[in-house]
């Protein structure tokens, strides 16, 4: 297929995105809001988002850091299983999503969930479903951590099938284990960052450590690289693209205990663009994964926008306010060259 020079994306959605707060999120967020139509929005922060008043009033604060963009914040609660039905009525409006963490998995999910034992669960999520609140999963366990995400998949699958209207979503999936469990329930959908679908635990381990491609989960095998691929590159009906932006300053990253998160969002439609091309994957899939699927599943509809990317090469930049990027001071195949507001 002979490839055109530019691509246009319409109404771009990150369906999984760290804004932060305070000083970063306003060094950060317009590199996501500039391209994007909107973003799901995460809730880990110190401490972890979990009222009415929390979510309303972070909204408030990423309204304010993106100025003029045109960007809809979806915001998130953080999972907590005391909350109940007149809580979750409530709070319905303010949000499209909850994420639940597995406590202590990743950054900032200490007040997370432990056990999921299914009755402990049951009041909150059975709300959830008859709310039709979607609910986003971090999907590991505490083992061995090249196998958390694969040992995990039992638990998606022990909720999917106890809440069979909970619209479950596996969150940055990594293994081929996850992309299998998407055809066993209907109810279990999938985000995938961008950087998965590029690295291996070889890019970040298997030389030089690379911190800035360290995150949670850690990428893994070449064969699961291929199977989200495969599930990116046909535009499966079920997985959305969600980057997974993590910012954490330069000093944390470039340190011992070296925070885990990698910086996407300034490149992340350009690599996406770049990953379609050189798969020769048609251009509606790569709409489908980057906006479509996502409107379907959620039931959003994000404000209107195209970006324009052309094949002219890129040198991403060093660093975003204090933060370095996947590929920093690298050329990448694909540029922004306009975006219009409709
Ligand atoms: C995320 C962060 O830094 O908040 N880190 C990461 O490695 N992905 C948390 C998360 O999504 O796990
Ligand atoms: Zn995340």
Redesign the pocket.
């Known amino acids: 297929m002979l490839y055109p020079d530019t691509i246009t994306l319409t109404n771009p959605l990150d369906m ?1 995105l ?1 804004l932060r707060d305070g000083e970063m999120l306003h060094h950060i967020a317009r590199e996501s809001a500039k391209s994007f139509s909107g973003a799901i929005i ?1 809730p ?1 922060l110190v401490p972890p988002v979990t009222s009415k008043e929390e979510v309303q009033a972070y909204r408030k604060r990423i309204v304010e850091a993106i100025g003029d963009e045109t960007f809809t914040p979806y915001m998130t609660l953080f999972f907590k299983p005391t909350y109940d039905k007149t809580f979750l009525e409530s709070v319905k409006n303010d949000i499209a999503a909850i994420k639940l963490y597995p406590a202590g ?5 200490e007040g997370g969930v432990s056990g999921f034992d299914i009755e402990e669960l049951r009041p909150a999520l059975e709300a959830m479903e008859e709310l039709d609140i979607p609910l986003c999963i ?1 999907g590991e366990t505490n083992g061995f951590v090249m196998d958390r995400e694969a040992e995990f998949v039992p638990i998606y699958e022990k909720l999917a099938a106890a809440f069979p209207k909970l619209k479950i979503i596996m ?2 999936i990594t293994t081929k284990e996850s992309v299998a469990a998407l055809e066993r329930f209907e109810n279990l959908y999938a985000t995938i960052t961008v950087h998965h679908l590029y690295i291996t635990l070889d890019d970040v381990a298997g030389g030089m450590l690379n911190p800035h491609l ?4 850690i990428a893994k095998r070449p064969e699961d690289r291929e199977a989200l691929l495969k599930a990116a590159l046909e535009a499966h009906p079920k997985v959305m693209f969600g980057s ?1 932006s ?1 910012p ?1 300053p330069r000093h944390a990253k470039e340190s011992c205990g070296c ?4 910086f996407t969002a300034p490149v992340a439609l350009q690599l996406l663009a770049q990953l379609f091309e050189h798969h020769g994957a048609p251009l509606e899939h790569l709409q489908q994964f980057v906006s479509g699927t996502a409107q379907k599943i959620y039931g959003i509809t994000p404000p209107s926008k195209n970006v324009i990317l052309e094949k002219k090469p890129y040198t991403v930049k060093e660093t975003y306010g204090g933060v370095v990027p996947m590929y920093a001071g690298e050329t990448i195949d694909f540029s922004i060259r306009e975006i219009q507001h409709g």
């Open positions: 999984h760290h995460m880990n998995i990743t950054t900032n999910s971090h969150e940055h360290f995150c949670k989960p997974d993590a954490h925070a885990a998160g990698v």
